[in-house]
């Protein structure tokens, strides 16, 4: 129990670990039965506590889906929002090359959750809705990096940045897919090679 756990009044340091008990019961939970079969009361069973406690902090196992995928996101967060501040195409390059791989070696070590996930999105309105928003908050940064180097004389300016950004997040979702489902064969530094390639091709002059 680290320090500042440690000052809290024994009421809320109970709830912040009833809390975690039932996000790690449903982690597991969700990665054993899948989104579909895994029902609340097995994860309340599983995390060891009350009905009427769980529900104090969830409103349901959709609910609680969506508090682990954005424990899962901040991940990609981090990757996403790395400092992009190239000089030149050739920095670009290797900058938005670097950080595609990252990505989708992150979706590579998610795969569990990201199954989970991804069955959830289909089955969900509510976890459908979260991810168009976790979506819309990385195509607004791609968005952010391509008006930079429009700015400093790198990129095309005949273009929509927010357009040419959700083309670029699509195609890494694409490949993020595949990856947590095993469907694709190729390695992930060829799949994010490829990919910049393409991208940067067509933007950067």
């Known amino acids: 129990m680290n320090t500042s756990q440690e000052k809290m009044p024994a009421r809320k340091r109970r709830s912040l670990e009833t809390r975690k008990r039932l996000l790690e019961a449903g982690r597991a939970q969700f990665i054993e039965s899948g989104f579909q079969k895994t029902t609340i009361s097995q994860i309340i069973k599983r995390a060891n506590t009350g009905y009427g406690t769980a ?20 991940q990609f967060y981090e990757i996403a929002e790395l400092p992009f501040t190239p000089k030149s195409r050739e920095e670009a390059n290797i900058m938005i090359e670097k950080q595609a791989g990252l990505f989708l070696e992150m979706a ?11 069955e959830a999105i289909r089955l969900s309105d509510e976890v459908n809705r979260k991810w168009k928003e976790i979506r819309e908050r990385f195509i607004k940064g791609i968005e952010q990096d391509i008006r930079y180097s429009q700015a400093h004389g790198l990129a095309r300016t005949d273009v929509n940045p927010y357009l040419i950004a959700q083309g670029w997040f699509f195609a890494n979702e694409m490949y993020l897919w595949e990856i947590v489902k095993n469907e694709d064969g190729y390695p992930v530094q060829e ?15």
């Open 55 to 74: 529900y104090v902090h969830f409103n349901g196992k959709d609910d609680l889906l969506i508090h682990l995928m954005e424990e899962v996101m901040v």
């Open 108 to 118: 590579h070590e998610e795969r569990q959750m990201m199954q989970v996930i991804e």
């Open 191 to 205: 799949i994010a090679r490829n990919l910049t390639a393409m991208y940067t091709g067509g933007l950067y002059t």
